[in-house]
T-cell receptor, first 113, second 114 residues
Framework: GENVEQHPSTLSVQEGDSAVIKCTYSDSASNYFPWYKQELGKGPQLIIDIRSNVGEKKDQRIAVTLNKTAKHFSLHITETQPEDSAVYFCAASKYRGGDDMRFGAGTRLTVKP | DGGITQSPKYLFRKEGQNVTLSCEQNLNHDAMYWYRQDPGQGLRLIYYSQIVNDFQKGDIAEGYSVSREKKESFPLTVTSAQKNPTAFYLC?????????????FGPGTRLLVL
């Protein structure tokens, strides 16, 4: 089955700097890649997603890039703010239903003011 | 105000006791999911349901049971057979297998063993 690896496990940046989180996946048939943000004691919230027919997607300060050949995708956050501090999860799936969705172990991002 | 609700926020279980976690959604989604989250690990799928009166085991179903009698409700029972139940439990839903895959999560229930 699908295996998703996420790096780094923790990331600390200064306010205003950029943050990059990377994920690799094992199943070349995977075609949907969401990113979730989870604040302490809350459920994950979808922040951006990308499908395999697109190489890059941007939404304000957040962008995701996908390299299908290398089977990795990355989350980029620019001009980081303290409220960006949270745990970020990547995921990958290939079936439209999503019951095969597999998640990375998470990255704890800390933005220092 | 549409969304997914889970209750209770915290739940305590005694040895040999079964406990039930509630999950309700008013998004009119067909598919619902239960995940378990442990520290330092990604979410692991316990059970999922594509439609009312149907559900399937996920990767770690042992010691858990579910029911799907109504479209908006998907309760999870943690049985006494689950030897390590302490975790954060997340319910999610999506439009359905024939639609987009995006899953939306509830706020979670933290289960602790006394």
């Amino acid at each position: 089955g699908e295996n998703v690896e996420q790096h780094p496990s923790t990331l600390s940046v200064q306010e205003g700097d950029s943050a990059v989180i990377k994920c690799t996946y094992s199943d070349s048939a995977s075609n949907y890649f969401p990113w979730y943000k989870q604040e302490l004691g809350k459920g994950p919230q979808l922040i951006i997603d990308i499908r395999s027919n697109v190489g890059e997607k941007k939404d304000q300060r957040i962008a995701v890039t996908l390299n299908k050949t290398a089977k990795h995708f990355s989350l980029h956050i620019t001009e980081t703010q303290p409220e960006d501090s949270a745990v970020y999860f990547c995921a990958a799936s290939k079936y439209r239903g999503g019951d095969d969705m597999r998640f990375g172990a998470g990255t704890r991002l800390t933005v220092k003011p | 105000d549409g969304g997914i609700t889970q209750s209770p926020k915290y739940l305590f279980r005694k040895e040999g006791q079964n406990v039930t976690l509630s999950c309700e959604q008013n998004l009119n989604h067909d598919a619902m999911y239960w995940y378990r989250q442990d520290p330092g690990q990604g979410l692991r799928l316990i059970y999922y349901s594509q439609i009312v009166n149907d559900f399937q085991k996920g990767d770690i179903a042992e010691g858990y049971s579910v029911s799907r009698e109504k479209k908006e409700s998907f309760p999870l029972t943690v049985t006494s057979a689950q030897k390590n139940p302490t975790a954060f439990y997340l319910c999610a839903s999506s439009e359905g297998f024939q639609y987009q895959e995006t899953q939306y999560f509830g706020p979670g229930t933290r289960l602790l063993v006394l």
